[in-house]
């Protein structure tokens, strides 16, 4: 949020949250961090990447929470109109170490109807009045990116922002939280 959107919801009576603050560390951990997958999983890879700030500075103390679907693009939910991934969890969180780096562990996620597969990403930082979600999509589907209607709502200029980079091994994901070549981030 802006400071300009924060002075107006002030102006509008709402009190201001809390920022997301350092407790990151110790108040939410997750037994499995990373690893959306167990080790040795078959088609496992790494997301890696770095958090830094307006200034280009890394952010040591914040939180990447990954969401994502199972290879056959299904969720363990009982609403799940594709079919129940009974035992698939899909979630990751990594804290970032004293350089921004963060690290997830996963494989690719199928399809969603109508869309590129992807994962969804909130990132905790100190400054934040709250979370902030944005989509990380890979190159390897890039023939589906132009279907995709949440892609295709962004600016071509700044969808960039929201593909990963293949490297030896996985992915690279770096997320800009404020300036030049700022993550794109969704309203949610």
Known sequence: MTAAEL???LADGLTPSQTVGPYLGIGLPWPDGPDVVPPGTPGLFE???TVSDGHG???PDAMIETWQADPDGRFDHPDDPRGRAAGWRGFGR???DAAGGYVI???LPGALPGEAPHLDVSVFARGLLDRVVTRI???DHAGAHAADPVLASVPEGRRATLVAVRTEGGYRFDVRLQGPG???FFDV
Do not use: C, K, L
Request: hydrophobic share 35%.
């Open 94 to 96: 990594s804290a970032t």
């Open 57 to 59: 500075d890394p952010v």
């Open 47 to 49: 997301i890696v990447g």
């Open 7 to 9: 002075s107006g919801d």
């Open 182 to 184: 700022e993550t794109v």
């Open 137 to 139: 999509y890979f190159p």
């Open 105 to 107: 562990r996963t494989v």
